[in-house]
């Protein structure tokens, strides 16, 4: 089955305890993405990858990190975690540019 | 920023009648718009896309139009059904500054039985 997974799908951590989400993808997809969904404010971009070793900042980068070391996997890495990065986090990834994306079922993270 | 708006925040229809969502917005060099629905608990999902070289697209009770004038498109869904209830989201591909989609805030549709 086609699909994007993300790990863990929940998440409560402290304040400054480095954390990894995982997201790997099987459709063989050259762009992924990471987005942040908030409250009233629909989702937004904070790291994309067209490829392999290329990645690019989004809309709201700061306190995060990615890397693309395969095809598949696209982590995203939070070195010290802060309460405002309590949010729920979707990968996605797409085999045409940035259009067609699909989704991963979510993780809920709680930074208190 | 660019930006893309999108109006209602809630919506709530009675299953049977129509429901249109309607977004705007800013980057006139926009050329592509899709429309993802998020159930609870879930990612959301491609339900239907549009390209600046056409004005309207249709599947089965779901429709989009588009007008690049304005500046603004539409989601249609038709004979609304309970299991329609989600939220919806629009974007725009943004092409100054990169390749992005952009979304707007969602629209929290309830149909009620």
């Known amino acids: 089955e086609a699909q994007v997974t993300q790990n863990p799908r929940y998440l409560i951590t402290v304040t400054g305890k480095k954390l990894t989400v995982t997201c790997s993808q099987n459709?063989?997809?050259?762009?992924m993405s990471w987005y942040r969904q908030d409250p009233g404010l629909g989702l937004r971009q904070i790291y994309y990858?067209?490829?392999?070793?290329?990645?690019d900042k989004g809309d709201v980068p700061e306190g995060y990190k990615v890397s693309r070391k395969e095809k598949r996997n696209f982590p995203l890495i939070l070195e010290s975690p802060s309460p405002n990065q309590t949010s729920l986090y979707f990968c996605?990834?797409?085999?045409?540019?940035?259009?067609?994306?699909?989704f991963g079922p979510g993780t809920r993270l709680t930074v208190t | 920023g660019e930006n893309v708006e999108q109006h209602p925040s809630t919506l709530s229809v009675q299953e049977g009648d129509s429901a249109v969502i309607k977004c705007t917005y800013s980057?006139?060099?926009?050329?592509?718009f899709p429309w993802y629905k998020q159930e609870l608990g879930k990612g959301p999902q491609l339900i239907i896309d549009?390209?600046?070289?056409?004005g309207e697209k249709k599947d089965q009770r779901i429709a989009v139009t588009l007008n690049k004038t304005a500046k603004h498109f539409s989601l249609h869904i038709t004979e609304t059904q309970p299991e329609d209830s989600a939220v919806y989201f629009c974007?725009?591909?943004?092409?100054?500054?990169?390749?992005?989609?952009?979304f707007g805030a969602g629209t929290i549709l309830r149909v009620k039985s």
């Open positions: 996605a990834s797409s085999g045409v540019g940035v259009r067609e994306q699909y």
């Open positions: 459709m063989n997809h050259e762009y």
């Open positions: 990858s067209m490829n392999v070793e290329v990645t």
């Open positions: 980057d006139s060099a926009s050329n592509y």
């Open positions: 549009i390209r600046s070289n056409v």
């Open positions: 974007a725009a591909l943004l092409l100054r500054g990169g390749n992005k989609l952009v």
